[in-house]
């Protein structure tokens, strides 16, 4: 019924890793996020169509605003001629990609005081800047807060999936959606860990499961077990914010102190990290002490 197509990150973004773009063909073709975007890839996901037919793409469906997910979607609808659609809550994102910096700003104090130097913080700063500089913004793309979309036989509805970021969809045809960065197996990037949860809920009503990163598909146990997962994360936080702890530190603790290459890589453990504290401050699990995090109860 579908295709998957594997287009690997430039290595400076990370070795290794990969984002799964899936591949739709009814009376129309549908391509569901595109990946990075270098040179190298316009080739790859050149010949991986041509390899599988395809000679125009009729719309690619945005799960969220990351460029991990956009990267190729200007190239793509220049050369299939494609319709972009993204929900209007990552319309930002796409506007200007700067607007990804907006957060580092709004948050400077917090990491700040929470032990980051701020020649440290300029270093991924103007490297996140780097990459968002040669970013290609798709020149037209259409929002939508709710899509039904009928391609032929299969009708696509959205899923509203917040939490990873707040226009986060998951596309979903009978029991199976392509649910992008709302889960991942054994990770948990996001901007909103409460939305996160819920989404995870939402889920669990599939069957069949397919990410953007990672294994594929996820299964409700999968889901389930990544639930476990936030869960001891919260309570590794509960446990070492004890005696007080700075965010840098608890950072440490949980992710090590490997300075990653990548400035997106490097920000997402800081992100990550802010969000369970805001969650549990927001439980009452986590005080706020000046630069400190303390716990105030010793487990969930
Ligand atoms: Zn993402
Ligand atoms: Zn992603």
């Known amino acids: 019924m579908f295709a998957t197509i594997t287009i690997p990150f430039p290595e400076y973004l990370g070795k290794g890793k990969a984002t799964h773009v899936y591949l ?13 975007d270098s040179k190298e890839n316009r080739t790859f996901i050149k010949n991986k169509l041509k390899e599988l037919n395809i000679s125009t ?84 793309y259409r929002i939508y807060e709710n899509l039904k979309l009928n391609i032929g036989r299969n009708t696509i509805t ?37 939305r996160e949860l819920d989404s995870l809920q939402k889920l ?22 990544l639930e476990n997962h936030f869960i001891d994360r919260l309570e590794e936080i509960i446990k070492i914010t004890k005696n007080g702890m700075r965010l840098k530190d608890i950072v440490i603790r949980i992710y090590g102190d490997k300075i990653y290459e990548s400035p997106i890589r490097a920000l997402i453990p800081i992100r990550q990290v802010i969000s369970y504290l805001l969650y549990l401050e927001e439980e009452g699990y986590v005080i706020r002490k000046g630069y400190l995090w303390i716990s105030t109860k010793d487990s969930l």
């Open 158 to 194: 959205s899923i509203h999936l917040p939490g990873h970021t707040p226009g986060s969809v998951g596309y979903s045809i009978d029991d199976t959606i392509f649910c992008g960065d709302a889960a991942i197996e054994g990770s948990t990037a996001i901007e909103n860990f409460r």
């Open 57 to 140: 793409i009729d719309y690619i469906l945005l799960t969220h605003g990351h460029i991990d997910h956009f990267g190729l979607a200007n190239y793509l609808q220049k050369e299939f001629g494609a319709e972009i659609l993204i929900h209007k809550l990552d319309k930002d994102k796409l506007e200007d990609y700067r607007n990804a910096i907006k957060w580092f700003d709004e948050n400077y104090e917090l990491i700040i005081e929470g032990g980051y130097s701020r020649e440290e913080l300029n270093e991924i700063k103007n490297k996140l800047i780097n990459v968002i500089n040669m970013i290609e913004l798709p020149e037209s």
């Open 24 to 36: 739709l063909k009814d009376e129309n073709t549908v391509l569901i996020d595109t990946g990075l």
């Open 204 to 225: 669990k009503c599939f069957n069949n499961i397919y990410p953007s990163h990672k294994k594929i598909p996820l299964t409700r146990k999968d889901i389930e077990k």
